[in-house]
C-alpha cells in the first residue's frame, strides 16, 4: 500500500473519531440538562436558549441522531482502519520477513487505535458534555440538528423496530430524558452529591427528611397521651393558670373528665381575656380543634392542618380513643430536625454517649433506632417506640436499671413513668461477652 494512501486512511479515522466525539458531546449534554432548566433560561432572557428548547419536543430525534451518528462514524472509522490493514498485508509481510511480526504490529495497532477513539472520542467528549452541558449543547446543536431531517425516517424505523421486539418483553424503547429517578436513586444522588461537596449537610439531610416524612404516620410523631398536657372543664381558674405556668404552652385540648372527652381547643390569650373579665367558664372561648386518626399519613395531616388554619390536632384510634396530640411544630421538626424555644428544658431524644453508647427517649421511632445501631428487630412486633420494644423484649413491666439484650446492644432501662420506659441507655457487648448463637452449644456438644 502507498503510504500516501495509508496516510489518507488515518487522517480519515481521526476524522470519524472527532465526529464521533461531537455526537458524545451533544448526546451526553444534551441528557443532562432537562427542559424545566432551558425553560428557565429562556425566561430570564437567555436568547441562545430559544433553540435548545425546541430540542425537548422531541427529545428522542435528537437522541437518536447523535445516537446513529456515533454508530457510522465508528462503522467507517473502523472499516477504514480494517481497508488499509487488509491490503497493506503483503507489502507489510515481505518488509517485516515473517508473518507472526505482522500480526504482532497489527494487535499493537489495534490497541492503540481502540484507545485513541476511546480516549479522544468517548471519555473526555463525555465529561465536556456533562460537565460543560449548557455551553456543550450551544455549540453541537447546530451541527446536528440538521442531520435529524435526514436521518428521521431511520430512526423512526429504528424505534419501531426496538417497539416491537421489546414489548414481547413487557419493556418498551425509553431515553435518557425520559428516565424518572427513584427515591433510593435520588437518596444515593443526594450522598454522593454531598460527599463531592456538590450540597452541605444541612440540605443533605432536608432532602432526607422529606423522603422520610412521606413515610410516616400520625402516630409516630404524635405526643403520647400521657404526655399530653389539658385544661379540664371542672378546674378552677387558679388551676388553669398554674397549668399553663408549668408547662408554657399556648394552646391547651379542653377536656371534661378524662382525655378521651376532648371539647375543643384552648388559646390562652383567650383565657387571659375570660380572666381579666372575671369569667371562668371555658366552653365560652373554646374553638374547634382537629380529630385525625392515627394512621393517617404525616404529610395528608400538613396539608390537612394548613387547609384549616390550626396549630393542633388530636389522634385517635379506631375506636374512637385519644391516642395522642399533633402539633405543627411536631411536623415541621420531622422536616427541618429538633426545634428547641426558650422554654425545653427536656434532653436529646438521642443522645450519643462515650464508647459508642447512646441515651435514647423512650418516645424514640424504633426504625430510627434499628438503622442507627443496625439490631435485629421482629417483623411482627405490635409497637413503634424503641422503649414499647424493650417492654416487649422483657415481657413484664420493668424497672430501674433492668436489662435486655438486643442483638449486639445492652439497653438499660434509666428512668419509668408509671409502667412506660422513659429514657433507657444502650451500650455495646465486647465480642467476647456475646452471648452464642441459638444451636452453636449444642453443636459443640455433638
Not at 430525534?61 to 467507517?76: S, Y
Not at 508473518?99 to 504490529?105: E, K, N
Amino acid at each position: 500500500m502507498e503510504p500516501q494512501l495509508l496516510l489518507e486512511c488515518f487522517v480519515i479515522y481521526c476524522v470519524c473519531v472527532l465526529c464521533s466525539a461531537v455526537c458524545v458531546t451533544g448526546k451526553f449534554a444534551f441528557a443532562q440538562l432537562r427542559r424545566e432548566y432551558i425553560e428557565e433560561l429562556v425566561e430570564d432572557g437567555d436568547e441562545s436558549a430559544k433553540p435548545l428548547l425546541k430540542l425537548y419536543d422531541n427529545p428522542t430525534l435528537f437522541l437518536g441522531t447523535a445516537q446513529l451518528g456515533m454508530a457510522l462514524f465508528g462503522l467507517v472509522g473502523g472499516a477504514t482502519i480494517y481497508f488499509a490493514l487488509y491490503n497493506g498485508y503483503g507489502q507489510f509481510v515481505q518488509y517485516a520477513g515473517e508473518a507472526w511480526i505482522v500480526w504482532a504490529a497489527y494487535a499493537v495497532v489495534c490497541v492503540v487505535l481502540c484507545g485513541i477513539a476511546w480516549v479522544f472520542g468517548e471519555l473526555i467528549p463525555k465529561s465536556i458534555g456533562l460537565q460543560r452541558a449548557e455551553r456543550s449543547l450551544k455549540t453541537i446543536r447546530p451541527l446536528i440538528q440538521p442531520w435529524s431531517r435526514l436521518l428521521y425516517p431511520l430512526i423512526c424505523l429504528g424505534n419501531w423496530l426496538g417497539k416491537a421486539i421489546l414489548r414481547g418483553r413487557d419493556l418498551e424503547v425509553t431515553n435518557e430524558i425520559d428516565m424518572a429517578h427513584s427515591e433510593d436513586e435520588i437518596r444515593m444522588l443526594v450522598t454522593a452529591s454531598h460527599k463531592e461537596g456538590k450540597i452541605d449537610q444541612v440540605e443533605s439531610e432536608l432532602i432526607g427528611n422529606v423522603f422520610d416524612f412521606a413515610d410516616r404516620l400520625a402516630r409516630e410523631i404524635m405526643i403520647p397521651r400521657q404526655n399530653i398536657v389539658c385544661l379540664y372543664l371542672e378546674d378552677t381558674m387558679s388551676q388553669h393558670i398554674a397549668t399553663i405556668r408549668q408547662s408554657r404552652h399556648t394552646r391547651y385540648p379542653l377536656c371534661e373528665e378524662d382525655k378521651d372527652h376532648i371539647l375543643g381547643l384552648i388559646h390562652i390569650k383567650d383565657l387571659m381575656d375570660l380572666y381579666m373579665h372575671k369569667q371562668t367558664n371555658l366552653r365560652q372561648i373554646k374553638r374547634p380543634i382537629l380529630m385525625v386518626p392515627e394512621i393517617m399519613p404525616a404529610s395528608k395531616l400538613l396539608q390537612l392542618m394548613r387547609a384549616r388554619r390550626t396549630y393542633l390536632a388530636m389522634v385517635v384510634d379506631e375506636y374512637g380513643s385519644t391516642v395522642g396530640l399533633i402539633g405543627l411544630e411536631d411536623i415541621l421538626e420531622e422536616l427541618v430536625g429538633n426545634i428547641k424555644n426558650e422554654h425545653s428544658m427536656e434532653k436529646e431524644e438521642i443522645q450519643p454517649l462515650a464508647n459508642g453508647a447512646y441515651e435514647f427517649a423512650g418516645t424514640v421511632l424504633l426504625e430510627d433506632v434499628e438503622e442507627l445501631l443496625h439490631i435485629p428487630v421482629e417483623e411482627d412486633v405490635d409497637t413503634d417506640t424503641i422503649g414499647g420494644y424493650v417492654f416487649n423484649v422483657l415481657g413484664h413491666t420493668p424497672v430501674v436499671k433492668e436489662e435486655a439484650i438486643i442483638g449486639t446492644y445492652r439497653f438499660v432501662v434509666l428512668e419509668m413513668q408509671r409502667f412506660r420506659i422513659a429514657r433507657l441507655k444502650a451500650m455495646p457487648i465486647p465480642p467476647e461477652e456475646l452471648p452464642p448463637p441459638e444451636g452453636e452449644g449444642e453443636h459443640d456438644k455433638e
